[in-house]
């Protein structure tokens, strides 16, 4: 069996294991109705790479993609392209939202972007469609794959050594450079932290490269979107399994069931027709037969 996953900085097809399937997957239908463009969509990885990712950030979130609406002229059977991410081994690409509707995700909004900016940001990514991706990352990454630890004050940085070619980018990479064009920030010059090492080590995080998919989640600036709840959400209509359903449900299920019943018994039916039938074609061939088959006695002798 073969199990497509999500990796790091991009979405990568996997040999071997079971299927992946997310404690909380994303109902497709709900997330695409929460989605605006500029959103950024965090996506749970479960390979090796996206372990690596999610390890070194000490994060959910392994990959991103960014909503920028449906792009023109670019469809997959008949569903349009309304993402753009850097994946690996394709380098920066539009797809559609369906990719991700069985993986647990999480959409991260920009506040306050003006029009016109929010354009540029879109543009900027959809401009970079067919730029390589930075396979440099990769080859860093392989450290950490090596069973060897790795101190919490290299973690970041073995992320954002890459390979410096403006036209090559991991996803979080591409998106930060995007909102960085219209100067929206995502993490502040300060952060507050544990320890004055951490502090010390995201005052050096300035280039795009170094950022990470759950810089979007942890930023100060990206409101957390959550579907469910931005669609209206009543927690007095939910059904509980050992609970009766109200009585107005009730009774609007009768008719339902009332038309399932019709439809077992009218194929009953149908079928005891069909049997009867064939019964009695059988009957008819063996009277026909019988009729035909010579009287004993008065055969003939052989010739």
């Known amino acids: 069996m073969q199990a497509r996953e999500t990796s790091c900085f991009g979405h990568k097809t996997a040999s071997g294991g079971c299927w992946y399937e997310p404690f909380t997957p994303s109902d497709p239908d709900t997330l695409a109705r929460s989605l605006q463009p500029g959103d950024v969509l965090l996506v749970e990885g479960n390979n090796h790479i996206a372990g690596a990712i999610k390890y070194l950030t000490q994060s959910t979130w392994s990959h991103a993609a960014l909503y920028v609406g449906a792009i023109p002229g670019k469809f997959t059977g008949k569903e349009p392209h309304v993402l753009i991410e850097a994946e690996i081994g394709n380098g920066v690409i539009s797809v559609p939202l369906s990719k991700y509707c069985k993986f647990h995700t999480r959409v991260c909004r920009p506040v306050g ?12 990514a959809i401009d970079r469609i067919g730029f390589d991706y930075d396979l440099k990352n990769i080859i860093d990454l392989a450290r950490y794959l090596m069973p060897l630890p790795v ?23 591409l998106i930060a450079q995007a909102f960085e064009s219209v100067r929206y920030p995502i993490l502040p010059k300060v952060t507050k932290a544990e320890s004055r090492q951490a502090r010390r080590d995201i005052l050096e995080i300035r280039h795009s490269s170094l950022y990470a998919p759950r810089d979007f989640d942890i930023s100060p600036y990206f409101e957390v979107v959550k579907p469910t ?6 927690y007095k209509a939910m059904h509980w399994a050992d609970l009766p359903l109200p009585p107005e449900e009730d009774k609007a299920l009768v008719p339902a069931r009332s038309l399932a019943v019709g439809k077992t018994r009218r194929a009953k039916r149908s079928r005891a027709r069909r049997i009867g039938l064939a019964k009695r074609v059988t009957m008819h061939r063996r009277r026909m037969r019988a009729d ?12």
């Open 151 to 173: 101190p919490q004050r290299w973690r970041r940085r073995m992320i954002a050594l890459g390979s410096g070619d403006p036209t090559r980018m991991i996803c979080s990479a």
């Open 229 to 234: 709840i931005t669609g209206g959400f009543n």
């Open 113 to 124: 972007l003006t029009a016109e900016d929010l354009d540029k940001v879109c543009r900027y």
């Open 292 to 303: 035909d088959a010579p009287i004993k006695g008065l055969q003939g002798p052989p010739p």
